[in-house]
């Protein structure tokens, strides 16, 4: 959903953790990021000829400690920049399971295949989750009083947990939301990713061949939900107008040099500069350059 806001020219940071799955992760993330955080060499760990964060998703790791913290310090710089900027913030719980340092008894974003014994895992309570994320709203809020912030739950199935422990999860995280809506009434919604896979949906053929992860068809329909519910008619206008430009950047020509071809992407370049006209503050800097390879090929 994060990289589909991206796509519609909506100004998102996306994931400066990567993809984290339970609350007390994601708010440990947050905190970290609202003080500016800066990680060195003590805060990462060599296993497997990588440096890791804990924190972090693997995608951060590296050969090299310097990289990995390169990395990490980029992202967080990134985010903490942009935090007073923020309208709304929208956050995915995906498991209510945790894995604590068996030395630290930390929770750990990522384990990047330690022993599980090197992890034994629990699972958080409702009060636990909501005491968390009362502390940590009410900072965000006095920060930033326009905030508004948006719940998901994530209905991709944990199997790894049990089925039923899934569901124990589920329930747990969908709980505490719930009350924090009633803490936060006016800052705090909660969009039922997780209810429109499962009981509007109903069926396997919704979910993809490893029948955890939704579907293309799954995605695209809970999308639409999420525009429809969530986002402005003007800005469904814009969001329509990039979709458009996008959609003719992929189209695929039987002869790229062509003039026939250049033509076409001078009127792709023209909506561009139409669109950056009324809109200033749409970035299609990725779209310009493609244009500008593919004219010059």
Known sequence: MGQRLVDAKFRCDVNPYGVLYNPFSISAALREIIAGRCYNENDIFLFHELWHSAMHHGSFSSVSAEETLAGINGRLKS??????????????????????????????????????????????????????????????????????????????????????????????????????QATFPEHVFYFPAYELLLDELRDYRFYAEDMVHPSETAIRYVWERFT??????????????????????????????????????????????????????????????????????
């Open 228 to 297: 429809r519910s969530c986002i402005s008619a003007d800005a469904l206008r814009i969001m329509e107008e990039s979709e458009n430009i996008r959609k003719m950047l992929s189209h695929k020509p039987f002869y790229p040099a062509s003039e026939e071809y250049k033509r076409f992407l001078g009127q792709i370049v023209l909506k561009i500069d139409q669109l950056n006209g009324k809109y200033p503050y749409l970035d299609f800097q990725k779209e310009r350059e493609i244009c500008r390879i593919r004219l010059k090929a």
């Open 79 to 180: 985010a903490h920049e942009r935090l007073d900027r923020l309208d709304c913030l929208l956050l995915t719980f995906g498991s209510a399971w945790v894995y604590e340092n068996k030395k630290t008894g930390t929770v750990v974003a990522n384990c990047h295949k330690h022993p599980e014994s090197c992890f034994p895992r629990r699972m958080l309570s409702v009060c636990e989750i909501v005491s968390d994320y009362t502390s940590l709203l009410s900072g965000l809020l006095a920060r930033i009083p326009r905030l508004k912030v948006l719940f998901t739950v994530s209905p991709i199935r944990h199997v790894r947990d049990g089925m039923h422990a899934n569901q124990l999860s589920k329930a747990t995280l969908l709980l505490a939301v719930n009350q924090l």
